[in-house]
Nanobody
């Protein structure tokens, strides 16, 4: 599975951006999809995940209530709607696919089998 992330850019604090991640092929119902981010000089961290079957979502505490992850099964695409953006949200955002949907491991990047190339989000103060 190849993943193509898009939608990054420069936005002022308090603004919104919508990221998209398109898969190159059909996503099995057993999959989960995730977003991670990596800020300069920091480790990659979990942002959000969604179970392909059922659409249950999971968020890092730092983005809960501001970010919304959705999926479009017909287009094999996931989106990350980011609202009330803060300068600390500045990072390269990566989408990833996990062939399993084990809730306990959704936040662990080592659980993910496929990764997109990343899209840069810059939030100015």
């Amino acid at each position: 599975v190849q993943l193509q992330a898009s939608g990054g850019g420069l936005v002022q604090a308090g603004g919104s951006l919508r990221l998209s991640c398109a898969a190159s092929e059909y996503i099995s119902s057993s999959y989960s999809m995730g977003w991670f981010r990596q800020a300069p000089g920091k480790e990659r961290e979990f942002v959000a995940a969604i179970k392909w079957n059922g659409g249950s979502t999971y968020y890092a505490d730092s983005v809960k209530g501001r970010f919304i992850m959705t999926r479009d099964k017909a287009k094999n695409t996931v989106h990350l709607q980011m609202n009330s953006l803060k300068p600390e949200d500045t990072a390269v955002y990566y989408c990833a696919a996990d062939r399993s949907s084990i809730i306990s491991t959704m936040g662990n990047m080592r659980s993910y089998d496929y990764w997109g190339q990343g899209t840069l989000v810059t939030v100015s103060s």
